[in-house]
């Protein structure tokens, strides 16, 4: 075990979870490897959260809410890092949890919905009625009829860039967790939240909070259209940039 | 699989062969997520070799070919992805292969030797004989008192910080091989290549090959003399911080 005295800890911390989960058969090995391209990208945005990536957050948050029929995707690796956040967002927030996988088998699907639901995740899709997404070359194209396929708003983090793509294509409103601010899923999302996925997921759960103790629609439609991804992309990028001139000053 | 016309086809061709040596027991779990935390700063660097990088490697090769006793370590990582070249570097440099984990485990031990020797590498060392090295925290202390004990040349590409500092505070030249410009091993070292690992091991494999046709000594000397591994660091990030201003562009 690391010393709680690391001063990446809480990073060391995360991956050992990570591997216990790949142990469990939860997450996949492709998603160890995805993993540790985030820790890279998070190491230089100093692990930690920034004003902007809480405010992404916010606006997320916004769009869950006033969302027809919001849906959360979930792939290995968030099922393994935030299942006892996504149970508690759905205590705000009502929405299908549905299990979609870069790497499918039908045995990791149930463990992984095993998982979430022994961590008080309700409401969870694993594909069973499924249409194919166009062009998408993995069986990430598979979504839920009942799920992704019929969502206005579908929050993705972790997402691969095709599918991101293919989802706003098709009119729906996409908001991902992605480290690499210059990702293709980072700039083709409708928000996109430049963040580890705890914090992140920890920040969308005490927002949900925050707004159940009464707000106005108005208020979240306005922090919605206030929003620009681009702008939230380059911010970002600049912290990233800083922060690599500041390690070698 | 992927397609050949993927842009990130190669980077993806590797991560799918160091998923396969995780299958074959040969790398760890924690050696898919250090993978991924290098994919991202080889995807920051262009995933090319830099003319500084070539260079770094012209210049350990230098070292390796006038060293007394050279000694190249080698993890799980490494043994999926380079043991051609390993194999070949030992016709043109006669060194011992240490086999040195993070995370050992007997069996992997010689899962990996067995998996080296069948790729034409000779002279496999395991740590059986080892003394340990001061003031490492982790398994990596023990090392081989026929290997790098006594080698007044280390090669250890994808090496822990910890380790690096120690070997060269007792009195080795240290050479590695490390995407993170940035890091302690990298920081540490005399020679480091900031390269992908296959790409540099390429290179050390074909400027051994240039010099065995014919070369000096001296020059050899004059090479490693002129070596600054404070301004190859600082040229490799500048290449990133480049990279990453022309994303945006």
Redo the contacts between chains.
């Keep these: 075990m690391v010393s709680k005295e690391h001063p990446r800890y809480a990073s060391l911390a995360l ?1 050992d979870k ?2 216990s989960g ?2 469990q058969g939860i997450a996949s ?2 998603g ?10 998070d ?1 230089l945005l100093g692990e930690q959260t920034s004003e902007n990536a809480r405010n992404a957050a916010k606006v997320a948050c916004a769009h869950l809410l006033t969302a027809r029929f919001p849906v959360f995707s979930v792939n290995g690796n968030t099922a393994t890092l935030v299942p006892d956040e996504i149970a508690e967002l759905q205590t705000f927030i009502d929405m299908p949890i549905e299990i979609n996988l870069f790497h499918p088998s039908r045995q990791r699907m149930e463990k992984i919905a095993e998982h979430l639901r022994a961590h008080g995740v309700t409401n969870v899709l694993t594909g069973s009625d499924f249409v194919e997404l166009p062009n998408i ?1 993995s069986d990430r194209a598979k979504v839920d009829k009942n799920g992704i396929f019929k969502a206005d708003v579908v929050f993705v983090p972790l997402e691969d860039g095709d599918r991101a793509q293919v989802l706003t294509t098709l009119g729906k409103i996409v908001l991902t967790v992605d480290l ?1 601010p ?1 990702s293709r899923t980072a700039v083709t999302s409708t928000v996109t939240i430049v963040d580890e996925v705890t914090r992140a997921l920890k920040n969308l759960v005490s927002f949900a909070k925050d707004f159940e103790s009464g707000y106005h629609r108005d208020e979240l439609n306005l922090l919605k259209a206030a929003f620009d991804n681009l702008e939230n992309l ?1 911010t970002s ?1 600049a912290i ?2 800083e922060r ?2 500041s ?2 000053r």
């Design positions: 991956r990570l591997v790949y142990d090995a492709h160890l490897i995805a993993h540790g391209r985030g820790e890279a990208f190491y070359a690499n210059l380059k990028y990233v940039l690599l001139r390690l070698v």
